[in-house]
């Protein structure tokens, strides 16, 4: 009998992937609600792409149950993949053909009436901002508009659900803040995405609600805020030494300024409710730094204090 709750999109239960003795995904419990955008995050090499694979019903979960849209990935995939938007992390353009012929011709794997097409693809050309360019071929496109127009194209069935393979890896900040936009977007208008992604900002501008992954498990579960909130401190102070043997001589008095206190290769970071009262103690105490940086908490803090290590490790 199912364990998924009648209302989940989505639901896995002490799922696993192994590839030989290679445990990939290590009995993972989750679910995704309608309406909301969730977050796999972790640096590469988690699980996330393993996890995303079971979820789009091309790789059969090795241990554990899945539930997709209150089916069974092993029994209706392709049923399942009928109501899917899959955005893989490498672009599988047509680059022969045109903006507009990609966006056609994948209508035509859905059975869709062709007038429903042509306004379906007129739609995508104007939400993804490529109606300009809907006459040119593919290959000579910017990074940005293939990323956009595979993002239009898996939108063409209009899916219960959008899943996103690292949707924004390899693009310039601009090209990245512009998809976020068109994501914000759709997650506006009911639309259910599941995203994975290393970067830390973009879990917390998208996601409701998140999962950190290290090593095929999940360390952590819930909103951005909630994390940070949880596990690291409203604010951080960075700071840098000219040596090695300066941020050494140091670091026992910085564990005594703030909450915890992380050194890393290239910086130090003491965790902190009051960054300035840490930058005040860092100056009476007569230590001197090369560079002091003060920001807020964030996922990546989140990941470091659950790990040990960064997301770009």
Known sequence: MSLAAPDALIQGTNLSKRFGSFVAVDGIDFRVEPGEAFGFLGPNGAGKTSTMRMIGCVSKPTGGELRIL??????????????LGVVPQEDSLDSELTVLDNLVIYGRYFDLPHAE??????????????AD???????????????????????INQPDLL?????????????????????YRLKRDGVTMVLTTHYMEEAEQLCDRLVIMDAGRIVAEGSPR?????????????MRFTTPEERDRALPRLSEFGERVEALTDRVLVYTQDAGKVVSL??????????????????????LILTGRTLED
């Open 70 to 83: 209150g089916m069974d990935p092993a029994v209706d995939g392709s049923r399942i993949r009928a109501r």
């Open 282 to 303: 860092v100056g009476d105490d007569g230590l001197k730094p090369e560079s002091v940086y003060e920001r807020r908490g964030t996922l990546e803090d989140v990941f």
């Open 117 to 130: 097409i042509r306004r379906r693809t007129e739609e995508l050309l104007e939400f993804m901002q490529l």
């Open 226 to 238: 909630e994390l940070v909130t949880r596990y690291a401190t409203r604010e951080v102070v960075e």
């Open 163 to 183: 899943l996103l393979d690292e949707p924004t890896t390899g693009l310039d900040p601009q090209a990245r803040h512009l998809l976020w936009d068109r994501f």
């Open 133 to 155: 360019r809907r006459n040119d071929l593919v290959d000579p496109l910017s990074g940005g508009m293939k990323r956009r127009l595979t993002i239009g194209r898996a939108l």
